[in-house]
């Protein structure tokens, strides 16, 4: 990956900043915004998708509108630690999907899930599936979002 950086250029992150704010643009109206022909776009595009630095190209839907107006953050602690806990514990978070991320911590919090929700009942659905589907859960502690105060998918350039 870091091979692929060292050949970066403004472009390259004028490209990435570009998608990052609107990826279904036509490849003709990124090179325009940053200064290149369709086709070297199109290839400094594709490079950037071959090297996986562009995952994947998605639509970003607003919660709130599909009635998931509710954000949770749920810190979990855990006495185990084991390969067998840690497949379980992993099966479990897929199986739910209104767990939108899940992060293993350093720190006092073993892991930190993020959820969207309706409500505080929606949310206490969910809870109950995830302690029933999660064994030896030592402490599951919930935190919810009053407001939203910045979000983006957009990532910075590293200084």
């Known amino acids: 990956m870091s091979d692929i950086l060292s ?12 998608l990052q ?8 109206d990124v090179g325009d915004r940053v200064g290149l022909s369709s086709n070297a776009c199109w290839r400094r595009i594709k490079r950037l998708e071959d090297s996986g630095i ?10 709130a509108k599909l009635g998931l107006a509710t954000t949770v953050f749920v810190s979990i602690r855990t006495n185990r630690h084991d390969p ?10 897929a199986a739910i999907d ?3 991320e899940c ?11 993020k959820l969207v929700v309706r409500d505080i009942a929606h949310y206490d659905r ?5 302690i029933a589907a999660i064994p030896d859960l030592a402490d599951v502690s919930s935190s919810f979002s009053m407001e939203r105060m910045k979000a ?6 590293p200084t």
């Open 7 to 18: 050949q970066f250029d403004s472009i390259d992150w004028a490209i990435l900043g570009v």
């Open 21 to 28: 704010a609107d990826a279904s643009l036509a490849v003709q």
């Open 54 to 63: 562009i995952a994947r190209r998605v639509a970003l839907v607003d919660p």
């Open 84 to 93: 067998a806990w840690l497949e379980a514990f992993s099966r479990g978070v």
């Open 98 to 100: 209104e767990i939108v």
């Open 103 to 113: 992060h293993r911590m350093a720190g006092d919090v073993d892991y930190l899930l």
């Open 126 to 130: 969910i809870y109950r599936k995830l």
């Open 152 to 157: 983006t998918t957009a990532l910075p350039r």
